[in-house]
């Protein structure tokens, strides 16, 4: 993809976990429209090899499950093999669930702390030795680690284990001159609604909340993928921090 060689992150090494749809799509189609090379994960092959198909040739898709440590470990060894090092990273896979609390079950509490939570931070345990000096990270957290949404509690814990984790992270990588921040979104029209519950509620759902966002709309996944890049790249007297792409919704 000669075209894109002149681009502002020509040369450039990114690992976007859950890249292949949604907020991870959007980001690496950016990313690569500006000259970087990335390599995305997803856990579905389908959905990996469209992806791919769309971003060209200066993408790798690669079959992987955040919720697996094996298959984490393996990613570490694919990236290394085809990078040897890498400038970025973005730790975006995770999986939402609307579940009243009283419904709660384990199996599903487990399921969304081990894929939001634990999946994201022996990604970046995995891969921090990969990162050379000057990289970002970059972990998705959301809006509701700060307020309080029904149907979505363990979600919104899982969340708020990855603010944590990102000032943690970024005290522990800072002698590596390794920044880890974090984007939080609020409601972005990548049609996950749709996917999660039926389409009535998914429209009823999706009124309300338009109601509810100052700016009284839905984000774009390039507006999420404008921040990521920003972090990742630009915002190099920044980490720790946490940047809301969410119309105003948890600030106003």
Do not use: C, W
Request: hydrophobic letters at 40%.
């Amino acid at each position: 993809m000669e075209q894109f060689s002149k681009g502002k992150f020509s040369g450039k090494k990114v690992v976007i976990t859950g890249g292949s749809s949604g907020l991870g799509l959007a980001t690496a189609k950016l990313l690569v429209e500006e000259g970087a090379h990335v390599l995305i994960t997803g856990r579905t092959q389908a959905t990996l090899d469209a992806a791919r198909e769309q971003l060209g040739n200066n993408a790798i898709a690669v079959l992987s499950d955040a919720a697996s440590l094996k298959d984490i470990d393996e990613l570490g060894d694919r990236v290394k093999a085809e990078f040897g090092t890498i400038n970025g990273m973005f730790v975006n896979a995770g999986i939402t669930r609307y579940v009243p609390f009283e419904s709660m079950s384990e199996e599903v509490y487990d399921e969304l702390l081990t894929i939001n939570a634990k999946g994201p931070y022996f990604t970046v345990q995995k891969l921090a030795p990969l990162l050379s000096e000057g990289s970002g990270v970059v972990l998705t957290t959301s809006v509701v680690n700060v307020l309080g949404i029904p149907m979505i509690s363990a979600y919104a814990a899982s969340k708020a284990a990855l603010r944590s984790m990102t000032r943690s992270l970024a005290r522990e990588l800072l002698p590596r001159k390794i920044r880890v921040n974090a984007v939080s979104p609020g409601p972005i029209d990548t049609g996950i609604l749709e996917r999660s519950m039926p389409k009535e509620a998914a429209e009823q759902t999706e009124a309300q909340m338009r109601q509810q966002i100052p700016m009284l709309r839905f984000g774009d996944p390039v507006e999420v993928a404008k921040a990521v890049a920003f972090l990742t790249f630009e915002a190099t007297y920044t980490t720790g921090a946490e940047f809301p792409v969410d119309g105003g919704g948890s600030q106003i």
